[in-house]
């Protein structure tokens, strides 16, 4: 494996932004991070370029345990590089900033100046090679970056929202280069997005992110809703005809009047002991399948719309569900993510 | 009398009068010295105060904020307990000459120079960092790079420096004892003069510093403008 991460933390203050209990990710794959803003990509990829410290738990890179003392640090980021999500080009030419990372590696002039011309080449951006930096718009600059990065030939690529800001053709000729990247140079590359479908196109595999924590059944539990403001500071979110959520507005304030909801399929609670909660919706469904995942179970439900949860295995001990039972679940509003309908 | 004065002054100035251009030159050469070695000082060691962080570091920068206001005539009594013939360093007959003079210079511009540095290199966006460093810099390389982008900042703070001491008329006079052709700066020269009565030569001195003192400044506002024109 590539990375291995094991009970992660970071922690700012008394504020936890990451907490994954077990990560692996394999080499050569094209992995996409999802997620809301705050959900912690960019700490995770911070931590995964080595420019971040957990604050507790294991990380392994390429089956080696990370010591995060300065020099062994400084050898592992000459195999990773990781692209900001607004990049920051050097004051100079284009050229003299994608041949830095190759200049203190002390790399042969003559070789410096092919690979720099090709990785131009490979974005578009040969003909800028003289100009200066300062006079690029923000999709030249990340294409630069994106060369400079790539130049180094490293075995992991991270890009923090590498389409962020970007207009369509500056967008197109980013993600073409990750692939190509991926494919010809066989390249880890992890990349965080806001669009489901854009990680989908790329990615071998797809890592959902929400306050802080991986959530297993990324792609699943996601529905298009139509928003309806009601009374009490509520807004009725409807999935189909006949289910509908009411979350607390101030939930779904970020989003227009179409969205797209996410429900955490590990907060789902499956036959709840209090039927009287307020802090959620409850909605009757079927058990449709079960199957075990990962040190816990997974069911399939039919609520009027195809629902995941998970369930520890004490927690399935406890309630015992059968195939074909129609139970009540409840959702609590922790539970449901919504976001504005171009974001997965 | 003022205009009198003036007068004789540019004609003492456009004679190119050699007591005059004597007391320039060793004006220009003490102020230079001294902020060539406060700079090779001040530069690194604010850059490390900035980057660096340690138990302490706010009573140090409240230390360097302080110093800024240290009174010349106080450097120069402090030099003075050191290399005066009693003092530790006695022996290096170091009193009365343009290395004394040198000295106290130094040790009045090294807080200015760390201070404009640790500014300087502190308005530096910090994805310069953090890019250099992703990209397989070590921290020198870093340190290079961020020297780089705020290099307007600490040309400034050099500017801002030799300004300081080509003005200084404290640390000249108790260290350097204003010997003629010797130790005998542009601002010691004009004390003198005024204490003589003698106002041609001051004047003339008075214009040259002030032309100096502009120079500077322009020099200054062009490198402040650069870092504010890089910041955009």
Known sequence: MLYKLERLQRVYGDRIVLDIDFLEIAPNAIYTLIGPNGAGKTSLLKILAFLDKPSSGDLSFSGQPVRFGEKHLHTLRRRVV???????????????????????????????????????????????????????????VKRVALARALVLR???????????????????????????????????????????????????????????????????NIFRVALMPQKDDKTL????????????????SSCNDSAKLHIDPKLIVLDPDDKDLTHGNYLYGQIMDLAQDRGGIRI????????????????????????????????????????????? | MLLDSVQSAFLLLFSFDPELLEIVGVSLK???????????????????????????????????????????????????????????????????????IIIGQVILIVPVIMTLTIAAVNRIDS??????????????????????EARYGIFAAVIAAYGRVIAEVGISMMLGGNARGFTRTMTTAMALEYDKGEFVLAVA????LMTFAFGINMLFHFFQGKTGSDAL
């Not at chain 1, 995941?308 to 009540?328: C, F, H, I, N, W």
Request: hydrophobic letters at 45%.
């Open chain 1, 82 to 140: 990781m692209l900001d999500q607004t990049p920051i080009l050097f004051t100079g030419t284009v050229w003299k900033n994608v041949e830095f990372g190759l200049r203190i590696r002390k790399v042969p002039a003559v070789q410096r100046k092919r690979r720099v011309e090709k990785m131009l080449e490979l974005v578009g951006m040969e003909k800028f090679r003289d100009f200066d930096s300062r006079g690029l718009s923000g999709g030249e």
């Open chain 1, 154 to 220: 490293p075995d992991v690529l991270l890009c923090d929202e590498p389409t962020a800001n970007v207009d369509g053709e500056n967008q197109e000729s980013i993600l073409h280069s990750l692939e190509q990247i991926n494919r010809e140079e066989k390249t880890s590359i992890i990349f965080s997005t806001h669009y489901l479908s854009q990680g989908q196109r790329l990615a071998d595999h797809t890592l959902l992110l929400q306050h802080g924590s991986l959530s297993d059944l990324a792609g699943e």
């Open chain 1, 237 to 252: 979110c409807r999935l189909t005809e006949q289910i509908s959520l009411l979350l607390p507005a101030e939930r779904v």
């Open chain 1, 300 to 344: 399939g439900m039919d609520a009027g719309v195809r629902l995941a949860l998970t369930l520890s295995v004490e927690e399935y001990d406890r309630r015992q569900p059968v195939l074909g039972q129609r139970k009540l679940i409840f959702i609590p509003y922790d539970g449901v993510v919504c976001t504005s309908a171009d974001f997965f």
């Open chain 2, 30 to 100: 003490v102020s230079f010295g001294a902020t060539l070695i406060a700079s090779f000082v001040g530069i690194p060691a604010g850059f490390i105060v900035a980057y660096s962080v340690f138990p302490g570091k706010r009573f140090l920068l409240t230390c360097l904020n302080t110093l800024l206001a240290l009174p010349t005539v106080v450097i120069g009594l402090f030099v003075y307990s050191f290399i005066s013939r009693r003092g530790i360093f006695g022996s290096f007959d170091l009193l009365y000459t343009q290395k004394a």
């Open chain 2, 127 to 148: 994805r310069y960092r953090v890019t250099a460093l992703t990209l397989g810099a070590n921290r020198f390389q870093m340190a290079l790079v961020i020297m780089k």
């Open chain 2, 205 to 208: 001195l008075g214009i040259t």
